[in-house]
Nanobody
Framework: VQLQASGGGEVQAGGSLRLSCAASGDIFGINSWAWYRQAPGKQRESVASITPSGNVAYAASAEGRFTISTNNAKNTVYLQMNGLNVEDTGVYYC???????????????WGNGTQVTVSS
């Protein structure tokens, strides 16, 4: 299973970005998606998560500004980020908890990171 994230970039404070992450490979089913970020010098932290049925959860810092969504037919997760501020700067990683097609094993997968830089 591979995850390919895209959509990062540099924006000014107050701006918006939309991240995407597509999963491919031998996937039987997806249990949940999530976005994490890692700011310089800090540990990776959860930003938002979503289940295929649409149950969502947000970090307090993302609530009201970020929206996580999925296209289940395309095995893709999105993160719409509005009202960005300097504290949102970091590398954003997508994560999926998925069942492998042939082994039936439930595993956690990480995508490549995509850099988000917010300037003041």
């Amino acid at each position: 299973v591979q995850l390919q994230a895209s959509g990062g970039g540099e924006v000014q404070a107050g701006g918006s970005l939309r991240l995407s992450c597509a999963a491919s490979g031998d996937i039987f089913g997806i249990n949940s998606w999530a976005w994490y970020r890692q700011a310089p010098g800090k540990q990776r932290e959860s930003v938002a998560s979503i289940t295929p049925s649409g149950n969502v959860a947000y970090a307090a810092s993302a609530e009201g500004r970020f929206t996580i969504s999925t296209n289940n037919a395309k095995n893709t997760v999105y993160l719409q980020m509005n009202g960005l501020n300097v504290e949102d700067t970091g590398v954003y990683y997508c994560n999926v908890l998925a069942t492998q097609l042939y082994s039936g094993n439930l595993r956690n997968y990480w995508g490549n990171g995509t850099q988000v830089t917010v300037s003041s």
